[in-house]
């Protein structure tokens, strides 16, 4: 089943303690975009500018992203994101924020995008968020991220998002913020109450926790000795979880799991190279070995314990 | 097969956001032991002082711990540690410290605390575990805790120990500070080079990782809405992994994993009630229903995924 994505599509500016990038491409709709294609069709909707070159387009080209949707303004420049990361990777420091063309973001859904079964709402503005989920009646599944700013200036707004959506997927300090939890559980049963199928909560190095009423499911982060740029990462979680979801017939626990460990398995390659390097060169062989990695350090065998009555 | 705990047996005065106890039974030989005696015959080596009384013998008693090695002080006092919890159970502020007879504590074992296969040094001063660890030359598998305080002001005579150990059971921090490796993974490379079998890095509220020569294991904490005293929640841990495992015929990679999830579901009880009284109101079925619940939420199936081809 096919999968609309809406968010940025970015030039990135990027130095950590490994070495810099001035200007690659970037933005949560193209991370997303991107991991998701490896798994089903994929239609982003989005905005660049005029200065959005062939190399660009490339990226999306190679992986089969229907691009229709993304609005050229050839007048304008594309999204720019400038940031740094110390030797903690869990922490961005914005050095520089354009939002170009990106500031009057209208998306415009044409009737392949609106078609399609699965959507993702990337981390752009609740109303428009929700504009959006509103375009797409008969999705089978969608799901959300937003990001502290929203959480803090329009929490309302947040709300109304989540409530018509079946999935949000966020980290750990927004669920505390949006729910005034300290407990990343309760935090997580109560973002449940606003009527979501599941809650996936993102802990960086920690993994990924998926609640749903069922229960919860806990992933732990790929066992990486160094995180080379962590920017994507999250998206590229998100991509994952719902590009495998859509490739599946049915949205089920079992499914739910499974993509909560493609999502981990695409996140933990985003982040070994700048930006979208990695991925972009991934093939199946290495998502499907490191499928399997997960499942080796996660697994164990269900044996219960009855200790010997000692004399 | 028997296992023998060298540790502290102590007084603790709690203070947490959710009640205070003025004195009551703690030390890491204490929830090291209860814990482990669960699932073998334990021999606990510590001193207490004259005012040990009969509700702290018999807490040992009920559990069938042997308490001949626990050396009486008639006329000194136990060990006292006083600490307060804010809403951040992770770190535990320190009121007061009396150490007591366990100032000039020198660990007597008996033939049968010699005798035993496996072995636990809680965290001592790094020599005495040492001195310990060669009167039990025949131990089948030896573990060893420390802390950040023996690192910084010994970390040679740490490192002495931990080469005469088979695993090292330490939280993150510790870790981190014993190798300068800011990764855990590089951190527990680097350990198990003193030549371990196994490095334990305990993680409080993401759980813990197991690293061995083989790979690595990671199991996610038990996801409790609030924790109501984590005092001796890592000798909880340890009391788990190493009683089981002095429970099974080998010390092989399926049991250290099994190992690793009993030590975190005795670790999960711990916590839910002020010093031992969780524990030791356990019983098995209650054991063995959360390491179901542990199966239940870190198990998905291995299914390989291959996109189909789109046109």
Known sequence: ?????????????????????????????????????????????????????????????????????????????????????????????????????????DPKLSENSKNAEFLFLANILPMLQKQVREQVPNAKFVAMDTMNFWISSMKDAVIETIKVVDCIIINDAEARQLTEEPSIYAAAKRILEYGLKAVVIKRGEYGATLFTNDGYFVVPAYPLESVFDPTGAGDTFAGGFMGYLAAQNE?????????????????????????????????????????????????????????????
Chains 1, 2 share one sequence.
């Open 251 to 311: 949205v089920n626990d079992d499914a739910l799991r499974r993509a909560m460990v493609y999502g981990s398995v695409m996140a933990s390659f985003n982040v070994e190279k700048f930006g979208t390097e990695r991925v972009d060169a991934l093939d199946y062989p290495e998502i499907n070995e490191r499928f399997k990695a997960f499942k080796a350090m996660t697994h164990f065998d269900d044996i219960p314990f009855e200790k010997a009555i000692s004399a």
């Open 1 to 105: 089943m096919s999968l609309t994505v809406v968010g940025s599509i970015a030039f990135d500016g990027l130095e950590t303690p490994f070495g810099k990038r001035e200007r690659i491409l970037g933005g949560a709709g193209t991370h997303f975009g991107l991991s998701a294609s490896f798994f089903t069709d994929v239609n982003a909707v989005g905005v660049v500018g005029g200065d959005f070159g062939d190399d660009e387009w490339a990226v999306f080209k190679r992986h089969h992203i229907n691009t229709d949707d993304i609005e050229v303004v050839a007048d304008g420049k594309t999204f720019f994101w400038q940031g740094r990361y110390d030797y903690d990777m869990n922490t961005a420091h914005t050095l520089d924020t354009q939002l170009n063309v990106f500031e009057t973001f």
